[in-house]
């Protein structure tokens, strides 16, 4: 069943409506399992797992217990004009959580958002990376939380779970706010903005089933999932451009690499110099790499997952 | 005066280096340093700090900084995106003032807020003219951030109709203001009517303002500048916002500073297609019109105005 989150009326002739499809099982006021993605517009990749989870589902119906609500656009207007943030409006939506009723319209609508999640047994935020990078599958997690979320986030069938500090400014995302009201959330990131990974997407709808079989809201066995590799800030490595040019790529993404080994180069199309050599930091698995060739000073090119793998 | 390359911009092969120029005054002594634009429609900001720079070039030839008083003003870190037309960094539109207190080593933006950083730490006051997260008019005042750290009653040296304090959210935290505060510099930012449009009146107010508080600190002699107002200080959470629950067309009644009584119509908010009045937003107390939304169009349960009481 299609219902209204929050809506609030645009200037000309249209409202903005978030909508969740609810699909209910057997008692449905027992157990409650959100799935928000598309607070990003430039994010795609769970727009694939919001439509296929909700198909999955309606198979299933009859071993479901409780209810999920699918949330598959917190920011409907970002996806429709292919923006990241809110059209119009200076601050990202992931930094106006849990919202006011006393500022603006996207506040009023961040409010509403966390008022009609708030409560659930678990809520899952689908991320993808944006378009600049590509991401392995992974769970990301504030070290304040990590205590809560470690165990079921085990269970969602990602690679990686990262479990990273705490910063301030942090706590204006979503997941924090419904943390701190004490809705278990979990941020998947995944893939690469403005387009769909199909096998990431699959490997997700695996994890949330799994992850639900552990909540008994499905009356079927656990779908076997891989253990993630566990990891804090300490053992991720950092390598960003020093040079602006084009970034061409020596390395595959999941790839594994030794320490020294060149990353890619950052070329020069207008004398065909190179710029600069990349070299990893560390021998890892390259769970980030750049998918945008454009890079400026500072852009980040990979992160590598060092340590025994 | 000193003109100094603080750093460059440097996005080569298709975009050629850009300068960050500071220009020094005075003495070595680390007194005051003033940050103009950082985004790239702050042109009310660049102007200003420009005309900074230029009245204290003139007060510099005439003998009249005195005392062991050294002054830094940067007009502009906001070239970049000034150049084409955005307000914030163009390839990945984040916000060099969400990136303070910076990183050398991080992504492009975090490394310009730590270049500009490095710059402006260390001085004894600073200021910054900035612009608001919403687009709209304002009465030109002074704002400080209620960290803990601060020193309200110097807010009131500018002279300018008000200083506002305010209690920082989550997303205040990695602005220019909280970080250069965090790092024991006395922080003020300094709000003029305009952000991408070049307000005379304003700038100069703001310039004086400036001026007058170097005058007030002892740093300048024999300046005549405008009195300047007695500043009244309020908290931003005894601000009245008043807000609209329909979307449409938004014609102002009454513009910034006005006067207004209980009830009066400020502001209509008109059917796009037909013209007629679907909401009408009354002040609902006696006020001074502080903030107004500029916007032709707007959708609902938004801010439009916020009200001095009294
Ligand atoms: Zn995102």
Redesign the interface.
Known sequence: MIEEVVS??????ET?RIQKNRIEGAEPKKRRLAIVTGTHGDELEGQYVAWQLARVLKKRQPLLRGTVDIYPALNPLGISTIY??LPG???DMN??FPGS?????YE??AGGIIEDIAGADLCIDIHAS?I?LREIPQVRINEQSAEMLLPLAKFLNMNFLWVHSAA?????TLAYSLNSLGTPTLVVEMGVGMRITKSYGDQLITGILSVMSQLFMLEEPCPPVAPPIVSTDGNVA?V?AN???IFIPRVRHEERVEEGQLLGLIA????GGV?EELHSPASGLIFTLREYP?V?????IARILGGAL | MKRKTLFTI??????QPIPVYGYFFGSEEKTLAVMGAIRGDEFQQMYTAAKLVQELTRLEAEGKIIGDCGLLVIPCAGQFSMNVSR?FWP???T?IN?MFPGYD????????AWRIFEALKGYTYGIHLTSL??SGDFIPHIRIMDTGWQENAEGLDFGLPYLITRKP???D??TLNYNWQVWETRTFSLYTKATDFIDEKSAQEATDSILRFLTRHGFLKDVPLPEGEATQAVSEKNLV?I?NT????LLHCRPTSSQVQAGEIIANIVD??TATVLEEIRAPQKGTIFFARHAQ???????VFRLIPG
């Not at chain 2, 169009?297 to 801010?303: E, L």
């Open positions: 609030a009326h645009l200037p000309v002739g903005l990241r943030g409006f200076d601050l930094r106006i009723s006393e500022e603006t319209m009023y609508i944006n600049f301030t400014v942090l706590e204006s950092f960003n040079a602006s040019g020069d199309p207008l004398s710029r454009v400026n000073e500072g852009s980040l | 440097d996005a080569q092969p298709y975009r307000r390839l990945d539109n916000d969400r080593k991080g992504e492009t933006t975090q490394r310009l997260y919403l959210r989550p997303y935290t990695t916002t807000r329909c979307g449409g067309i796009p297609y169009i707007i959708a609902a349960q938004t801010i």
